[in-house]
């Protein structure tokens, strides 16, 4: 069975800081792993995508990728109190065939950072 | 671009009625649907999925006749939760996926805004 794990933290973290989301995956065979950001109360809103190993820099956001050793994390610098939110790593299988097509979500991180 | 629209955003039912939720994909048309189910403070739990003239495939422990999905076009898919009943509340998320130029078209799931149906 497909996993997808996160640290459900809370993670906390001042104004300004950087915080560091992180996911590992079991399937090896995995090709692109998804950010998903999730305020409370509300549906779930992509942030970034990556499929190629290193990194992925989108504005304050950063997406990494290693193969190898299944893991993928999100960076996000001179956070905001607007960052607080619940952040889901999701991880989706190669081809288009089968459950392949589907999304493994991991339970996801809370964030909160604070002013 | 991508958007994805829930209609409707809030239902209070009494017990043993009927409920239709819509999904539309509306600047893309989506050749996958989603539908998932969301309980406090958990992850997203995928219900089913659907393409568009085609029968819905439905996760392990979903049960087919109590959420009945149809996906007639390329933009809308429902889900009716038949006869419902108080375990059944539940934040009720689609999503939809396809229809669009490069990787994050093809791959990327795009989510409505959600359902929340509160059944007494």
Redesign the interface.
Known sequence: QKEVEQNSGPLSVPEGAIASLNCTYSDRGSQSFFWYRQYSGKSPELIMFIYSNGDKEDGRFTAQLNKASQYVSLLIRDSQPSDSATYLCAVRGYGSGGSNYKLTFGKGTLLTVNP | GAVVSQHPSWVICKSGTSVKIECRSLDFQAT?M?WYRQFPK???M?MA?SNEGSKATYEQGVEKDKFLINHASLTLSTLTVTSAHPEDSSFY?CSA?GGLAG??GR????????TRLLVL
């Open positions: 996958t989603f958990q992850s997203l995928l999925t998320i996926q990787f994050a791959e990327t799931q795009y989510f409505g805004p959600g």
